[in-house]
């Protein structure tokens, strides 16, 4: 069994926090859901994490959120619902690998294959 890895998740609705952090939790990952960029950078300071996944429409800006993140953060990725944009324009435009949260599981599967 791999170990568990400590994931960072920053989304600013509720519920979507929730059922994101359950998905989380069920890969045996520990999991800190945060709701403001204030309580991301201040549980980065405090905690060691692997890897962090920031809404990219949390209040105040997910991008710049996740650019200050990733002095404490190896990986970051910015997570979005919406299909607006193709995954490529969104990467180029802000430098950031994008999670869609309807494939967070894959990311966590993924990572408990390789391990």
């Known amino acids: 069994m791999r170990p568990a890895r400590a994931i ?3 989304e600013s609705d509720p519920a979507c926090g929730q ?3 359950r998905l989380v939790r069920r890969s045996r990952d520990r999991v800190r ?3 403001t960029p204030g309580a991301a950078l201040a549980a980065a300071q405090r905690e060691g994490f ?18 200050r993140l990733t002095r404490r953060v190896p990986r970051v990725y910015l997570s ?8 490529e324009l ?6 950031f ?11 966590v599967a993924s990572r408990a294959r390789a391990s």
């Open 90 to 95: 969104i990467e180029a435009a802000i430098g």
């Open 8 to 10: 960072l998740l920053v």
């Open 50 to 67: 692997d890897l962090a996944v920031v809404d990219l429409f949390v209040k105040g800006g997910g991008v710049d959120l996740a650019r």
């Open 19 to 21: 059922a994101l952090a």
């Open 33 to 35: 859901l945060v709701r």
């Open 80 to 87: 979005v619902a919406a299909r607006l944009l193709t995954d």
């Open 97 to 107: 690998p994008v999670l869609r949260k309807a494939d967070l599981s894959s990311l």
